[in-house]
């Protein structure tokens, strides 16, 4: 029960967020979204750190779930970019352009079944940038850097972690542009979301050894 009731709070504390702003995160806000006494979330949570801190690995915790399913439905091993242990990983010859396409195929379904999740994110990723331990916790719930820097790795990029900073930076900004940018509420592509990643993939700067 306490398991079901942390993920409940969770849950609300996302949802009120989204749809309230961050300054409506309250412990007397989510008891009362979720109708328990007055109290119960900070029973659980003791402090608003700690919530933040909780919404933060319940983000991590549903990337991976949602990447490893997203990795069994498909043809390729969508690059690693989630949080997915080197030992879930597939080793497979690497098409960038197919990777490309099925690493687009799974943004799109995050854009359509997490927007308050990417909603509640960057405003909390803003609102903790004072406190580099949980910034850096919520920066690194959606794609994860060490599995970015295993793909470049595998596409034989001179600077593996270099390209895969640059890599996330450009997955951030496509995501922030279908949910916030200039495109939010306007029909996206999976196709679309494609383009810029199949550039990026196919770049010989991002692929290639340097012949040094």
């Known amino acids: 029960m306490s398991t079901d009731r942390r993920g409940q709070i969770v849950a609300a504390a996302i949802e009120l967020i989204a749809t309230r702003g961050i300054r409506a995160l ?45 990795q069994r439905e498909s043809a390729t091993n969508l690059g690693d970019l989630t949080q997915v242990t080197r030992e879930e990983s597939v080793t497979r010859p690497m098409d960038p352009v197919q990777v490309a396409h099925d690493i687009a195929v799974w943004l799109d379904h995050l854009l359509a079944h997490r927007r308050h999740e990417l909603i ?15 910034h850096g916790r919520l920066a690194g719930s959606l794609f994860s850097l060490d599995r970015a820097t295993d793909l470049f790795s595998a596409l034989g990029a ?32 999976v196709d679309q979301l494609a383009r810029p990643l199949t550039e990026f993939l196919t770049s010989g700067q991002s692929r290639q050894p340097n012949s040094e």
């Open 26 to 70: 309250t412990h007397r806000a989510l008891d009362t979204q979720l109708t328990l006494p007055p109290g119960s979330t900070s029973y659980y949570f003791r402090t608003r750190r700690a919530l933040i801190e909780a919404v933060a690995d319940g983000i991590t915790a549903r990337s991976r779930a949602d990447f490893v399913a997203a």
């Open 120 to 134: 509640a994110r960057h405003a909390l990723i803003i609102e903790v940038l004072s406190d580099p331990e949980l």
């Open 158 to 189: 001179a600077e593996p972690r270099e390209s895969a900073h640059d890599f996330l930076a450009l997955l951030e900004g496509l995501v922030f542009d279908r949910f916030a940018g200039l495109r939010a509420g306007s029909p996206g592509s």
